[in-house]
Every structure is written in structure tokens, then in C-alpha cells.
Nanobody, 124 residues
Framework: QVQLVESGGGLVQAGGSLRLSCAASGRPLVTYTIGWFRQAPGKEREFVGAFRWSRGDTYYADSVKGRFTISRDGAKTAVNLQMNSLKSEDTAVYYC?????????????????WGQGTQVTVSS
């Protein structure tokens, strides 16, 4: 079991940046794939990106590729989501998730553990 807590959300103007963090307690993060998802009002939860700790590789949704970057901290207890060049359509609640998975990383149902989410609001 792992417990996840997101932080770093807030209000930012379009074109600005935010850095979200997903901190973990319990089982070490290095045993999981970590996914970032977001959900805007009235919309389904969508994939943002994922980091496979076992291989050190990352995947991104086309909508954020080149603007968002996933990284891990040196202590291996958190995974960060750096969001640059933010747009109004990035406004959503952002969630991190963990799962013992190696494929279908874009599917929310594949992940076993979820954080409570953090709100990101981008004003135009």
C-alpha cells in the first residue's frame, strides 16, 4: 500500500508555470508506475503523463507534450509535474496515481492508488 498526497496547485495566468508534487508514504515509489491525470468540470478524467520507475521513462499526452515534464526527487519519495506555458484548457483537478503496471499507462483504471487531487486554475 502507498498513500499519495498532491500539492502545488493554485491560480496562475495563462503562459505561467506551476510545479505539482506527488509525495508518497508507505511502500516505496520505486516499485510503481506513477501517473498524472486531470479532470475538468463536466469532463472525464484524462491522462496527462506517466513515469515508469522501473525503466526511468516518461510518457505524455499529446496535449501537454513539450510543456509538461515529469521528474522524480533525489530521495525517491516524490514525483513532480512541472507545467509550463499553461493554457486555460489546463484548468482541472490534477491527480497522481500509482500502480504495479507496465502497459496501458494511459488508462486510469489500471492504477491502484490515488491522491486526493489538487486544483489548478489558469486564467486567460
Amino acid at each position: 500500500q502507498v498513500q499519495l498526497v498532491e500539492s502545488g496547485g493554485g491560480l496562475v495566468q495563462a503562459g505561467g508555470s506551476l510545479r505539482l508534487s506527488c509525495a508518497a508514504s508507505g511502500r516505496p515509489l520505486v516499485t510503481y508506475t506513477i501517473g498524472w491525470f486531470r479532470q475538468a468540470p463536466g469532463k472525464e478524467r484524462e491522462f496527462v503523463g506517466a513515469f515508469r520507475w522501473s525503466r526511468g521513462d516518461t510518457y505524455y499526452a499529446d496535449s501537454v507534450k513539450g510543456r509538461f515534464t515529469i521528474s522524480r526527487d533525489g530521495a525517491k519519495t516524490a514525483v513532480n509535474l512541472q507545467m509550463n506555458s499553461l493554457k486555460s484548457e489546463d484548468t482541472a483537478v490534477y491527480y497522481c496515481a500509482a500502480g504495479d503496471i507496465f502497459t496501458n499507462l494511459r488508462l486510469a483504471g489500471q492504477y491502484d492508488f490515488w491522491g486526493q487531487g489538487t486544483q489548478v486554475t489558469v486564467s486567460s
